[in-house]
């Protein structure tokens, strides 16, 4: 019997449906570090019941996660009581994760970090601002980037979009704030206006934008009124103007907020300190960061505020004079480092429900030219210190009350292989895995989504801080399964890399074991290559499900395309003395476009693997038209 038999796939479906609106209610220690493409931590539980129950004579269960990222296949494993051994090729994840199943003393973290904000204090007063009687913090900056017009050499302020802001998140909230693009002047309006007088220099300005897309190549001069490349903008070093404050009064019965235009007497000067050579760090050229380049920003400082980079390394500076466990000291670390998202000069202003976005949210470098500067010591706001402090407390308690691994190590791939007690986490290509031969039941994993995600670029923010604490060498992103153009990885190198690590996977599962993989995407490319990894590795498909995998209420995917269900994929090692499977197990489709189309590519997947013959697209096209599929949602080039 198949693993995915055992699973219960219509109510599954329902329940990932309801976790993924609130992930981190349900699973708080998604809130430890940053992670993209995490599963559903109900599926992956599901998902290890099943194989508990079809290996219980099994007296000591292994589950490998040769993928691991997230790790939200360790953490379920652990929740259970299950050995797991999870590896990635990136530091950042990897060692986050390590942390993250070290047990650490919730209270103690508490004690920890209160006195941590208290050292601290002197930095967040730089927010702080008297009006009378009444003591305002500011929690967020809203500045645009300005530059000079090449053609008539005025100054001119890049609102993209006239809307910077509406003035609140009441939801019966009619006004809004509206940027001048002559004088850089902020004006507070009817949000539904057409025009505006700018309340500074008189100037009129549209409101309406213009049919098109959104990051439009072109700007018009409000004083030549010629059209300007934006490139031409954007190529000197970024300046910026301070436009609006988000603040709440500082009082015993919690704070009242507001957002406000830049006022003369705000003392918003971002006058750069003493230089620390550590973080003089050149942005690398690629795929993702080329965005940051292009954008006029050099090295990763330049990302930041003057007082973001002093709050920073303050905090990371004073932990050491903190008396408490190596684990709390980690998890304090951990917390740090991940209020480095929240750059004062990539993140952005979501203008509809007042809030910053993190430099790196939907998955991609933030290219605004408004940002926003976070106050990491509010106890207000996305992203700041004593928010990832609280998150973690919750998450450390919810660890403790569904159970640790008996002992967490951490190691590099290059090191001996050994058996695993409690959990093991590695650092490194799971092209070699430290498990010795056979020792795995399950290998549960996601593979890298092709192209869809870039991981080690976007992660380099997080490793350039790493390496600043000396704690990490530089990662080598040539070996990870992504195609990328800058390096030259083609999908012809997503598939060996993928390959090899299967490869593998399948010496380090017994003989009876099973490898559950979890994947979606648009490109056919994409599928030809995993079923070409598979078939090269030594796999045979016996088992296909479809199941909910992603918010459908997320704005990144709203109006789209987009696959909101993965393809749950089980294999067999295919052994020379066994009979090849003539039995393929469908669990989990349902009547909607995208089950369909899901099944039909996961059906001419396991025809390709499993017979070694005949064209995945002709193959898709047979079963997409037997299942009656109204819309193909797979094609070459994902589009």
């Not at 269960?61 to 009581?81: C, I, K, N, Q, W």
């Not at 003392?267 to 942005?283: A, N, S, V, W, Y």
């Not at 408490?324 to 000291?329: L, Q």
Request: glycine content about 6%; some cysteine; proline content about 5%.
């Amino acid at each position: 019997m198949a693993l995915i038999d055992n699973v219960n796939w219509r109510g599954l479906d329902r329940l990932v449906i309801h976790q993924q609106r609130n992930r981190a209610a349900h699973a708080p220690v998604i809130s430890l570090f940053r992670w993209w493409a995490r599963r559903p931590h109900c599926f992956a539980g599901a998902l290890l019941e099943a194989a508990q129950r079809e290996f219980r004579k099994e007296k000591d269960f292994l589950v490998a996660d040769p993928f691991s990222g997230g790790g939200t296949v360790a953490f379920e494993a652990a929740r259970r009581g299950l050995r797991v051994y999870a590896q990635d090729l990136y530091p950042w994840p990897s060692k986050g994760l390590a942390t993250a199943l070290t047990p650490a003393d919730p209270d103690e973290f508490r004690l920890a970090t209160s006195q941590l904000l208290e050292i601290l204090q002197p930095y967040r007063k730089r927010y702080s601002t008297e009006d009378g009687d009444t003591t305002w913090e500011t929690t967020h900056i809203i500045r645009v980037r300005r530059s000079a017009c090449p053609k008539c050499s005025e100054r001119l302020f890049l609102f993209r979009e006239p809307l910077v802001s509406i003035a609140s998140r009441r939801a019966e909230e009619s006004f809004g704030f509206f940027g001048c693009s002559a004088c850089g002047a902020v004006s507070r309006r009817k949000k539904d206006i057409r025009s505006f007088r700018c309340d500074a220099c008189k100037s009129r300005s549209q409101t309406a934008v213009l049919p098109g897309p959104s990051a439009k190549p072109e700007m018009v001069c409000p004083h030549c009124h010629d059209a300007v490349r934006l490139s031409d903008l954007l190529s000197s070093a970024p300046q910026w103007q301070p436009v609006l404050l988000r603040e709440h009064i500082v009082q015993q019965n919690g704070p009242t907020a507001r957002l406000r235009v830049v006022r003369q007497e705000d003392r918003l000067d971002d006058t750069p300190g003493i230089k620390d050579h550590r973080l003089r760090t050149e942005i690398p050229d690629g795929l993702e960061t080329a965005s940051l380049r292009r954008y006029g920003f050099s090295s990763w400082e330049d990302l930041y505020t003057q007082t973001q980079i002093d709050i920073i390394k303050a905090a990371l500076d004073a932990v050491p004079a903190i008396k408490v466990s190596r684990a709390v000291a980690d998890h304090i670390r951990l917390a740090i480092l991940g209020s480095t998202e929240m750059a004062g000069y990539v993140c952005r202003w979501e203008r509809y429900h007042p809030k910053a976005l993190e430099a790196i949210a939907n998955h991609r470098f933030s290219s605004s030219t408004v940002t926003v500067e976070t106050n990491l010591l509010s106890p207000s706001g996305r992203g700041t210190l004593p928010r990832r402090f609280e998150a973690a407390e919750k998450a450390l308690r919810w660890m403790r009350a569904q159970g640790y691994p008996n002992r967490t190590s951490h190691a590099e791939a290059s090191s001996r292989r050994r058996p695993v007690s409690g959990a093991l986490v590695v650092t490194g290509s799971s092209e070699r895995q430290l498990l010795p031969s056979g020792a795995a039941q399950l290998v549960f994993t996601d593979p890298p989504y092709h192209d869809d995600l870039q991981y080690g670029e976007l992660a380099r923010l997080f490793h350039f801080w790493m390496k600043t604490m000396n704690s990490i060498e530089e990662p080598i992103e040539e070996q990870e399964a992504v195609p990328n153009a800058v390096r030259g990885a083609t999908t012809k190198h997503y598939e060996d890399k993928v390959a090899a690590c299967l490869t593998e996977s399948h010496r380090v599962l017994a003989s009876n074991g099973r490898l559950v993989l979890t994947f979606h995407n648009r490109d056919m490319n994409a599928w030809e290559a995993l079923a070409n990894a598979l078939e090269r590795a030594g796999f045979d498909v016996v088992g296909l499900a479809a199941v909910a995998a992603e918010n459908p209420a997320d704005h990144s995917k709203r109006g789209k395309e987009s696959l909101l269900s993965d393809l749950v994929i089980e294999c067999l090692p295919r052994r020379k003395k066994h009979r090849r499977p003539n039995i393929l197990t469908v669990q989990g489709v349902a009547a909607g476009s995208e089950k369909k189309n899901l099944q039909a590519i996961g059906l001419a997947l396991a025809e390709c693997v499993n017979r070694r013959e005949g064209s995945i697209d002709a193959l898709f096209e047979k079963h997409a038209k037997r299942l009656k599929c109204r819309r193909i949602l797979i094609r070459r080039g994902g589009r």
